[in-house]
């Protein structure tokens, strides 16, 4: 299932704060302050984050104590992939502004997209003693416990999202996704209809509502709402490769190797795909393309346990024991330890005594 935290929020200044009139430098027009800040979040709406950043540079430079500018500006370095800058400017936007209950919420998605969702979770939960309706707050938090494996508390933060505004369609789509791992799929599909009725173009909704319907067994159903997701945005692989894997399971391997081939032409590195398709060209006797399949996705993810077993399974039925065994071996090894393993485990133990004696 796919996460979605929500988009970093931007402040836009229609008119100035008393602080900024106060602290200008001498000769700024005040209407020009606003118009640099304003600009840099224009620029940083339109994707172009460098000049965001110039503009906010600027913004700061004029007013030390503008907090809103070193939240956007935070911002604009947190959608650019630099976290620890970030970080930076929402710790200044906080010591000038301790009721910044934004500048708390944004720096906890940082904190979470580097893996810190304690500390995420710490910023959260100071944004919501401030805010106490603060729906994005919630959210984020339910985000952070869901990535901690704490799937209750993920849902009761999504339906206080929920409960605080009821047309925020990714609360309903990350609740259902928390519901779904938990094996209720009723209830994540309901979550889903939801997200879907609030936004019929939401293709991420449509994606998780078909794993769920894989799930249950309903490959139909699942099937319609990979093709919706992939019509909406049809760059997405894993779209492809999931209705790939309804389609295999329905045993219309023609057309799961079709939808794989494309996840791969998308992303070349989704590891994934590679492995699906290896296994549809192993179930209809094209043992060559499986293991070059298997091969590839080990390329990309050597730990990739399953690529190796059934690597060493198709070696068997081209008679290519050593190479065979050698696969099991690997498999072995990266499943060291691994709960619910036991019966491949024992299956590559026994296939390689057998297979060391040929």
Same mark, same amino acid.
């Given at each position: 299932?796919?996460?979605?935290?929500?988009?970093?929020?931007?402040?836009?200044?229609?008119?100035?704060?008393?602080?900024?009139?106060?602290?200008? /430098?001498?000769?700024?027009?005040?209407?020009?302050?606003?118009?640099?800040?304003?600009?840099?979040?224009?620029?940083?709406?339109?994707?172009?984050?460098?000049?965001?950043?110039?503009?906010?540079?600027?913004?700061?430079?004029?007013?030390?104590?503008?907090?809103?500018?070193?939240?956007?500006?935070?911002?604009?370095?947190?959608? *650019?992939?630099?976290?620890?800058?970030?970080?930076?400017?929402?710790?200044?936007?906080?010591?000038?502004?301790?009721?910044?209950?934004?500048?708390?919420?944004?720096?906890?998605?940082?904190?979470?997209? *580097?893996?810190?969702?304690?500390?995420?979770?710490?910023?959260?939960?100071?944004?919501?003693? +401030?805010?106490?309706?603060?729906?994005?707050?919630?959210?984020?938090?339910?985000?952070?416990?869901?990535?901690?494996?704490?799937?209750?508390?993920?849902?009761?933060?999504?339906?206080?999202?929920?409960?605080?505004?009821?047309?925020?369609?990714?609360?309903?789509?990350?609740?259902?996704?928390?519901?779904?791992?938990?094996?209720?799929?009723?209830?994540?599909?309901?979550?889903?209809?939801?997200?879907?009725?609030?936004?019929?173009?939401?293709?991420?909704?449509?994606?998780?509502?078909?794993?769920?319907?894989?799930?249950?067994?309903?490959?139909?159903?699942? +099937?319609?709402?990979?093709?919706?997701?992939?019509?909406?945005?049809?760059?997405?692989?894993?779209?492809?490769?999931?209705?790939?894997?309804?389609?295999?399971? *329905?045993?219309?391997?023609?057309?799961?190797?079709?939808?794989?081939?494309?996840?791969?032409?998308?992303?070349?590195?989704?590891?994934?795909?590679?492995?699906?398709?290896?296994?549809?060209?192993?179930?209809?006797?094209?043992?060559?393309?499986?293991? /070059?399949?298997?091969?590839?996705?080990?390329?990309?993810?050597?730990?990739?346990?399953?690529?190796?077993?059934?690597?060493?399974?198709?070696?068997?039925?081209?008679?290519?024991?050593?190479?065979?065994?050698?696969?099991?071996?690997?498999?072995?090894?990266?499943?060291?330890?691994?709960?619910?393993?036991?019966?491949?485990?024992?299956?590559?133990?026994?296939?390689?005594?057998?297979?060391?004696?040929?």
């Amino acid at each position: 299932m796919i996460i979605v935290f929500m988009s970093l929020c931007f402040i836009t200044v229609v008119c100035l704060l008393g602080v900024c009139l106060s602290s200008c /430098a001498k000769g700024i027009n005040s209407s020009d302050v606003v118009e640099i800040f304003n600009r840099g979040n224009a620029y940083a709406d339109m994707g172009d984050y460098e000049r965001a950043i110039a503009d906010l540079n600027r913004a700061i430079e004029i007013n030390p104590k503008d907090a809103e500018a070193y939240t956007n500006r935070g911002n604009a370095y947190a959608l *650019m992939g630099d976290n620890e800058r970030a970080i930076a400017d929402y710790n200044r936007a906080i010591e000038i502004n301790p009721k910044d209950a934004l500048a708390y919420t944004n720096r906890g998605t940082a904190y979470s997209d *580097m893996g810190d969702n304690e500390r995420a979770i710490a910023d959260y939960n100071r944004a919501i003693e +401030i805010n106490p309706k603060y729906a994005e707050a919630y959210y984020n938090r339910g985000n952070a416990y869901y990535h901690l494996g704490d799937k209750e508390r993920a849902i009761a933060d999504y339906t206080r999202a929920i409960e605080i505004n009821p047309k925020l369609a990714e609360a309903y789509t990350n609740r259902g996704n928390a519901y779904s791992d938990m094996g209720d799929y009723e209830r994540a599909i309901a979550d889903f209809n939801r997200a879907i009725e609030i936004n019929p173009e939401y293709a991420l909704a449509y994606f998780n509502r078909g794993n769920a319907y894989s799930a249950m067994g309903d490959n139909e159903r699942a +099937i319609a709402d990979f093709t919706r997701a992939i019509e909406i945005n049809p760059k997405d692989a894993d779209a492809y490769n999931n209705r790939g894997n309804a389609y295999s399971d *329905m045993g219309e391997n023609e057309r799961a190797i079709a939808d794989y081939t494309c996840a791969i032409e998308i992303n070349p590195k989704l590891a994934e795909a590679y492995y699906n398709r290896g296994t549809a060209y192993s179930d209809m006797g094209d043992n060559e393309r499986a293991i /070059a399949d298997y091969t590839r996705a080990i390329e990309i993810n050597p730990k990739d346990a399953g690529a190796y077993f059934n690597k060493g399974f198709v070696y068997e039925e081209l008679g290519r024991f050593q190479e065979a065994v050698e696969a099991y071996k690997n498999f072995l090894s990266c499943v060291s330890g691994t709960p619910g393993m036991g019966n491949f485990i024992e299956r590559a133990r026994q296939r390689i005594k057998e297979l060391e004696g040929k």
